[in-house]
């Protein structure tokens, strides 16, 4: 099956910035429409960002809005999520998924595949 494998979440201060990557494998990558979420200990998965297949499209939660970027580089199998002027709230673990008919829909239920997560820890 393919995988999903998140990386770049680590310790960071507010204000900073911070990078995060999934890589995914398989040749299919390019078909599919990409998303971020992030879940907080005692709270619901949340939409972050999403991003369709060509790139084109693109979508954010309101709270990230001019501070975070979503891109990707199909030639690299990669999704990317450009975390800049970090808040304490944007604490929580970070998926990246797939949904494998391309289209950057917004509802967790709709992606197929899943990562395992990286943890974001923003200190004040």
């Known amino acids: 099956q393919v995988q999903l494998v998140e990386s770049g979440g680590g310790l960071v201060q507010a204000g900073g910035s911070l990078r995060l990557s999934c890589e995914v494998s398989?040749?299919?990558?390019?078909?599919?429409?990409m998303g971020w979420f992030r879940q907080a200990p005692g709270k619901e998965r949340e939409f972050v960002a999403t991003i369709s297949r060509s790139g084109g499209i693109i979508n954010y939660v309101d709270s990230v809005k001019g501070r975070f970027t979503i891109s990707r580089d199909n030639a690299k199998n990669t999704v990317y999520l450009q975390m800049n002027s970090v808040k304490p709230e944007d604490t929580a673990i970070y998926y990246c998924?797939?949904?494998?008919?391309?289209?950057?829909?917004?509802?967790?239920?709709?992606?197929?595949?899943w990562g395992r997560g990286t943890q974001v820890t923003v200190s004040s």
């Open positions: 998924a797939a949904h494998l008919d391309g289209m950057p829909v917004t509802t967790a239920r709709r992606y197929e595949l």
């Open positions: 398989g040749r299919t990558f390019s078909r599919y429409g």
